[in-house]
Structures are given as C-alpha cells and as structure tokens.
C-alpha cells in the first residue's frame, strides 16, 4: 500500500520561508515522479512544481517560479518543496502525489492527506 505524508506546514508572515517534506512508502519510490499541488479555501487545486524520478527535471508553475524549490533524496524516499519570500496568496492546503511527470493531477495515482500552509500579510 502506498502512502505519503506530508509535514512541515505553518503559520509564517509573508517574504518568510518553509520547507515541505513528504515521505513515500509502499512501492519503488525513484520510479515515479513527485509533484506538489496546492488548494486555496474556495478554489480548485493547482500545479505548483513536479520533480522526475530521477530528480533531474523539474517543472514550476509560473507563480512559484523562482522563489520555490523542489528537490527529492530518494535513499530517503522524501520529496521537499522549499518556500521562499512567500506570499498570502500561497496560502492553501499542500499535497505531495506521485505517478506520471507532468502538470496535470489525474496523472498522479496516489496523494497525500495535506498540510495547511498559512501565510500573514
């Protein structure tokens, strides 16, 4: 059974940093890629950046760019996304998945229960 946990949400005041973990279990974790995506109150989840299996692509939506980071260490089977100069408008529920490279959610097969981020202005 697949499982992935994701820790390291909070309460920050804006142009302030948090860093995202994920831990996956369950199946071969370097296989797959890992993607993070994010739902404000009230809005449809979005894309925020997805990392190979491999680590060695990435891809970032436009409003993360340059200021998040997602990186993976697959002998620990966890995915990161560090958060930098954030803004009230990342605030939202975070969840990690894994499946298929790409933007898109319905090519991840498995998700993670979430973590609140919360952002002050």
């Known amino acids: 059974q697949v499982q992935l946990v994701e820790s390291g949400g909070g309460l920050v005041q804006a142009g302030g940093s948090l860093r995202l973990s994920c831990a996956a279990s369950?199946?071969?974790?370097?296989?797959?890629?890992m993607g993070w995506f994010r739902q404000a109150p009230g809005k449809e989840r979005q894309f925020v950046a997805v990392?190979?299996?491999?680590?060695?692509?990435?891809i970032y939506a436009d409003s993360v760019k340059g200021r998040f980071t997602i990186s993976r260490d697959n002998a620990k089977n966890t995915v990161y996304l560090q958060m930098n100069s954030l803004k009230p408008e990342d605030t939202g529920v975070y969840y990690c998945?894994?499946?298929?490279?790409?933007?898109?959610?319905?090519?991840?097969?498995?998700w993670g229960q979430g973590t609140q981020v919360t952002i002050s202005s």
């Open positions: 998945a894994s499946g298929r490279y790409g933007l898109g959610s319905s090519g991840y097969d498995y």
């Open positions: 369950g199946r071969a974790f370097s296989r797959y890629a």
């Open positions: 990392i190979s299996g491999s680590g060695i692509s990435t």
